[in-house]
């Protein structure tokens, strides 16, 4: 599986961004996928996570209520809406995908991970 994640941006404090993460290769459907992050000078971050049907999400506390995963079997997308952003939200934003079928906050538990793509917040 390629990931290919997009939409980072510069954005103010309570703004928002969605990210995507475009996936080919193996079947899509069979992963699932989550959303890592990764500051300056920190270790790399569970944000969220999606199982490979979509019907079970969760999230990490400092994001949860805030940011929303989702994803579209059909176009291999999974995506994070990411609404009132804080400058502490800065950091490189990874999607990956995982053979456990509900998904991990865990990156040991991924496979595949996409190139990340930068958010920063500035307040």
């Known amino acids: 599986v390629q990931l290919q994640a997009l939409g980072g941006g510069l954005v103010q404090a309570g703004g928002s961004l969605r990210l995507s993460c475009a996936a080919s290769?193996?079947?899509?459907?069979?992963?699932?996928m989550g959303w890592f992050r990764q500051a300056p000078g920190k270790e790399r971050e569970f944000v969220a996570a999606i199982s490979w049907n979509g019907a079970s999400t969760f999230y990490a506390d400092s994001v949860k209520g805030r940011f929303t995963i989702s994803r579209d079997n059909a176009k291999n997308t999974v995506y994070l809406q990411m609404n009132s952003l804080k400058p502490e939200d800065t950091a490189v934003y990874y999607c990956?995908?995982?053979?456990?079928?509900?998904?991990?906050?865990?990156?040991?538990?991924?496979?595949?991970w996409g190139q990340g793509t930068l958010v920063t917040v500035s307040s």
């Open positions: 290769g193996r079947t899509f459907s069979s992963y699932a």
């Open positions: 990956a995908a995982s053979g456990s079928p509900y998904g991990s906050s865990r990156t040991l538990r991924y496979d595949y």
